[in-house]
């Protein structure tokens, strides 16, 4: 990833809740944060009990003393310390994250925070205009985004390549829950699949809000209504974990989502597919270092990632040069990367680079759990259209 030139590469310090023994996602986090030697990691609490939280912290060789027992003394000791966290990265259950991340708020640290952003519309929106009366940097990690050929291909409609966009197809549709794992006492499908804990969705909050996200941001279009199909199709589940849901854009493009928890065979199942006037672009996760370009009047291209005649976002977020391919932890960097600089330019008092400024913020978070109470309304009307834009002002 190409050094940014015009900000000090001091190491941000930082911060973690949540992410302990066992954490996949944790250890994402962990490693994204250290790819491009961006963060120190200094202080965190990570799990809820803290004899376990201590000693997982002690394998970080984290200093005894900022081996936190909970994430509210966690945060109040790092204020007061003049070498305290500059920005913590919130990795816990979707229920928990208003709480812990108002708390870090107030006390005038940057905030990173695992999707969806809460479970609840009025506490995104709080956190979102706290975030506005503090001019604090708060970003979601709404991880494919990082990716270059996605970035490649935001910069490609934008420059207008296919002209208006007419249809947009995406997906997330998995297949890790097929059966009942909640049952046999998996920890990540039991609160995954509670709604009390993952919120009013399962499948929406979890997959459909990263579908969601990568529409938007690819397109440059917001999602304006939604007409969803909820389903809970693993006998005995009791959230749901599958959607169909019939998107309107605000330019007037139409488009389709599935998220799906159930999609037997599908190892991951992320992909886009968004149609213009004048062409179309392609792009699958599972082969991320590619973009399909099929142009109405031209032969179908094969644009491949680590070109110097891609887009300078595309460039910037390439290590490797062509040939070797660069995977999910590296577009997870990316969107830690360009916090860093974020949060450097602000408390540093520096002009910022706008190329960085492409990664998901409080905006985003709010627009994603909105368009989850949308979902979850128009299937309760039996897919009446539903209004998903809310104002950010």
Not at 247 to 275: E, P, T
Request: aromatic fraction near 8%; include cysteine.
């Amino acid at each position: 990833m190409p050094e940014p030139t015009n900000q000090p590469q001091r190491k941000v310090r930082l911060g973690v809740v949540g992410g302990g023994p066992g954490s996949n996602i944790g250890k994402t986090h962990r490693y994204a944060a250290r790819l491009d030697d961006r963060y120190a990691l200094v202080a965190g609490v990570f799990a809820s009990d803290a004899e376990r939280s201590r000693d997982f912290a002690a394998t970080l060789d984290i200093a005894p003393e900022r081996r936190y027992s909970s994430w509210q003394v966690m945060a109040e000791q790092e204020a007061r310390r003049e070498d305290g966290i500059e920005v913590v990265s919130i990795m816990t259950p979707n229920n928990s994250h208003y709480a812990i991340a108002r708390v870090f708020l107030e006390q005038g640290i940057d905030v990173i925070c695992d999707k969806p952003l809460t479970t609840d519309l009025e506490q995104a929106l709080t956190l979102m205009r706290l975030v506005q009366q503090t001019n604090l940097v708060f970003g979601v990690t709404y991880n494919y985004s990082g990716y270059p050929m996605v970035r490649q291909a935001r910069d490609m409609i934008r420059n207008e390549e296919l002209g208006a966009i007419r249809i947009v197809q995406v997906e997330h549709a998995s297949g890790w829950a097929s059966t009942l794992l909640e049952a046999e006492g998996h920890k990540q499908a039991l609160w995954r699949t509670t709604p009390s804990i993952a919120g009013k969705s399962s499948v929406v909050g979890d997959l459909g809000t990263h579908a969601h996200h990568l529409a938007r941001f690819i397109t440059g279009l917001e999602i304006s209504e939604v007409s969803a199909e909820l389903s809970s199709i693993v006998p005995g589940r009791q959230a749901d974990d599958n959607a169909h849901i019939k998107l309107r854009f605000n330019n007037g493009a139409k488009g389709m989502m599935w998220d799906s928890m159930v999609a037997a065979g599908n190892l991951h199942g992320q992909r886009i597919r968004v149609y213009g006037e004048k062409g179309s672009l392609a792009w699958v996760q599972a082969q991320p270092n590619e973009l399909i370009l099929r142009p109405v009047d031209g032969p179908q291209q094969t644009i491949s990632r680590g070109f110097g005649w891609l887009s300078p976002a595309a460039q910037r977020a390439s290590r490797l040069w062509p040939g070797h391919p660069e995977g999910f932890i590296a577009a997870f960097a990316n969107i830690y990367s360009d916090i860093a600089d974020a949060v450097l330019a602000r408390r540093d008092g520096i002009e910022a680079d706008p190329l960085p400024y492409s990664f998901p913020t409080v905006e985003d978070g709010v627009l994603g759990v909105k368009f989850v109470d949308a979902a979850v309304e128009s299937h309760q009307q039996d897919g009446r259209w539903t209004d998903a834009t809310i104002d950010l002002l």
